[in-house]
């Protein structure tokens, strides 16, 4: 009785730092936040873009969803499910009397028609990887207008984790543009909102490009309100996302009021929003390590059939490995750390950072910046220097390539101004090439007119699964070459063999050394140069009630229906 009539130190402390987190709540009100780009697409299938998946998943729903606070599964729209067959067989219950937010009712034949699109290679979705099991996509059948089986070709580690953000879609309004072949052009930002349903808590009501997007509450949104007797969630009536692309002009707007909560901002920004806290109606927190990483990557794309002379001649350079490791070893990660994040960020030297607990290998090495072996590797492979002249590569021709980045994001172009500078002492030339992030995107995607990348991903969820697209050969997120069939290195191919093997092994001991090894590939052939991992950052108005931060995405409005403004 007592543990249950006193608060945990944790809940107080909780309380101290976001107040209005426990205030009873109350229906109506508009919240504020913000996005740094306007959203590529509303379409779940194609969605790639940090912008366009924050939407997308406050209009959609999910059948079983990962709780990003307590990072533990919970049933969505499913309901409960029994596992047969060695973990081979999945049978999931839907939740009756749900329907999408243009009033039509959500069944079973809904659940097969999403699964068949995510699945179709001729739309290559990003969730096709995950979803392929065994080397063989996940079979998909209705058993009753509420049941859905799933058969997988072999176990998955996490296969009810797979669920997670794999948007249901509307069958009724979704399957004639499929015949059609218009889905993958389906669901852009300007279409009309009565076109576009889902299961979330809100529906498109209105988007002004390079303005704003409003998010209005789904009428028929299946969760209910806690002692609110039959009231639906959410509390909220609007949801505003204004495009702000400059980060510190969104601190500005948040300070002033016209912002609710924001994440992801510079500590610069951290310190400052901290220092006037005590003046002001917010409160600001460092949550510590999350999921995100910065990385930079050289194009290693197959660009036969491309007119682009002096990038072939470039992939000469950027396909040695020692080059690769060159560049790395030039870089002062810690000094990144220190110069841009003033702390808040972990370096890093593979794609796991320090909030992926269970998953971090503390035996891959985190040598310091050495210009002296960089150079020794490069002259391993014939590049040269004389004195404080220009790096020459084995035809005498000078070393240099453009980075491009997103200046949305002031934190990596600072990063690339070092990065600039590092480079610059064993005497290759970086140019710095800002890019809007669509137009980025637009190269990385499509034109590959590009030398290098500085880019960042975020896991959705603190398992390696997620990340199947990222290091498997064909991946829709296989960045530095997209457009590879089938491996081109021994070490892609064993990378790609580990991968499989950890995705269905069930010991956690096991598939933690298979994963193990793919991070020590990943920090020795260097497929991306991993850089540093931000910590978690988020601030929020003290009217805003609610909230419970987590490292996951969104970090503020991951439970978005079950926010409330207090006055």
């Known amino acids: 009785m007592l543990r249950r009539a006193c608060p945990t130190l944790?809940?107080?402390?909780?309380?101290?730092?976001?107040?209005?987190?426990?205030?009873?709540?109350?229906?109506?009100?508009?919240?504020?936040?913000?996005?740094?780009?306007?959203?590529?697409?509303?379409?779940?299938?194609?969605?790639?873009?940090?912008?366009?998946?924050?939407?997308?998943?406050?209009?959609?729903?999910?059948?079983?969803?990962?709780?990003r606070y307590t990072q533990q599964i919970e049933p969505a729209l499913a309901t409960r499910w029994t596992v047969r067959d060695g973990g081979r067989r999945y049978i999931l219950h839907l939740r009756r009397g749900v329907r999408f937010s243009n009033g039509e009712p959500f069944t079973a034949a809904d659940v097969v028609f999403s699964f068949h699109v995510y699945l179709d290679p001729r739309l290559d979705s990003p969730q096709r990887d995950l979803l392929t099991v065994g080397g063989r996509p996940i079979q998909v059948r209705r058993l009753g207008r509420y049941t859905v089986?799933?058969?997988?070709?072999?176990?998955?580690?996490?296969?009810?984790?797979?669920?997670?953000?794999?948007?249901?879609?509307?069958?009724?309004?979704?399957?004639?543009?499929?015949?059609?072949?218009?889905?993958?052009?389906?669901w852009g930002p300007s279409t009309a909102p009565g076109a576009i349903a889902g299961l979330g808590p809100f529906r498109l009501a209105?988007?002004?490009?390079?303005?704003?997007?409003?998010?209005?509450?789904n009428p028929y949104y299946w969760r209910f309100a806690p002692g609110a007797g039959h009231r639906r969630l959410p509390y909220l009536n609007r949801l505003t996302f204004l495009i702000v692309p400059a980060g510190d002009t969104e601190v500005l707007r948040f300070q002033a009021g016209d912002v609710d909560l924001i994440s992801g901002f510079s500590a610069q920004n951290y310190a400052?929003?901290?220092?006037?806290?005590?003046?002001?109606?917010?409160?600001?927190?460092?949550?510590?390590?999350?999921?995100?990483?910065?990385?930079?990557?050289?194009?290693?794309?197959?660009?036969?059939?491309?007119?682009?002379p002096r990038l072939q001649y470039q992939q000469r350079w950027f396909r040695r490995v020692r080059?690769?490791?060159?560049?790395?070893?030039?870089?002062?990660?810690?000094?990144?750390?220190?110069?841009?994040?003033?702390?808040?960020?972990?370096?890093?030297?593979?794609q796991v950072t320090p909030g992926e607990k269970r998953w971090v290998d503390p035996r891959i090495a985190d040598p310091p910046r050495s210009d002296a072996r960089a150079l020794r590797l490069l002259a391993a492979i014939g590049f040269h220097r004389r004195g404080q002249g220009p790096l020459l590569d084995p035809r005498g021709r000078k070393v240099r390539f453009t980075v491009i980045t997103d200046p949305g994001n002031p934190q990596r172009m600072q990063v690339a101004a070092l990065l600039q500078a590092d480079l610059a002492r064993i005497g290759i030339r970086m140019r710095i090439v800002p890019l809007q992030f669509q137009a980025l995107l637009a190269r990385v995607f499509h034109s590959y007119n590009y030398s290098a990348c500085l880019l960042g991903l975020v896991s959705g969820d603190a398992d390696p699964n997620p990340e199947m697209n990222v290091w498997m050969t064909g991946g829709s997120a296989h960045l530095w070459d997209l457009n590879a069939r089938r491996p081109g290195t021994a070490w892609q191919a064993k990378m790609d063999r580990l991968m499989r093997r950890q995705m269905v092994e069930a010991n956690y001991a096991r598939r933690r050394r298979s994963y193990d090894q793919v991070q020590?590939?990943?920090?020795?052939?260097?497929?991306?140069?991993?850089?540093?991992?931000?910590?978690?950052?988020?601030?929020?108005?003290?009217?805003?009630?609610?909230?419970?931060?987590?490292v996951l995405r969104p970090y503020l409005l991951w439970n978005a229906a079950e926010l409330y403004l207090r006055h």
């Not at 209105?206 to 509450?217: N, S």
């Not at 949550?287 to 194009?299: M, R």
Request: contains cysteine; hydrophobic residues 55%.
């Open 272 to 308: 400052l929003l901290k220092a006037m806290a005590g003046a002001r109606h917010y409160w600001v927190r460092d949550l510590g390590p999350g999921l995100e990483y910065d990385f930079l990557f050289f194009n290693l794309n197959h660009l036969a059939g491309r007119h682009l």
């Open 520 to 550: 020590a590939l990943v920090a020795r052939y260097l497929p991306v140069i991993c850089l540093y991992s931000p910590d978690v950052l988020v601030a929020a108005q003290d009217r805003v009630g609610g909230l419970r931060p987590a």
């Open 206 to 217: 209105r988007y002004v490009p390079g303005q704003k997007l409003v998010l209005a509450r």
């Open 323 to 350: 080059f690769r490791q060159a560049i790395s070893a030039a870089i002062d990660r810690r000094a990144l750390v220190r110069l841009v994040f003033e702390g808040r960020a972990t370096a890093l030297w593979d």
């Open 10 to 67: 944790a809940a107080v402390l909780l309380l101290a730092l976001c107040p209005g987190l426990w205030a009873a709540p109350r229906f109506g009100g508009d919240l504020v936040a913000a996005l740094h780009s306007d959203p590529k697409t509303l379409n779940p299938v194609t969605a790639l873009d940090l912008p366009s998946q924050t939407v997308i998943g406050l209009i959609n729903g999910d059948l079983i969803h990962i709780n």
């Open 149 to 186: 089986e799933f058969d997988l070709a072999s176990p998955d580690a996490a296969a009810l984790r797979l669920f997670d953000g794999v948007a249901m879609l509307p069958k009724m309004l979704l399957a004639p543009l499929l015949r059609a072949g218009k889905l993958v052009h389906a």
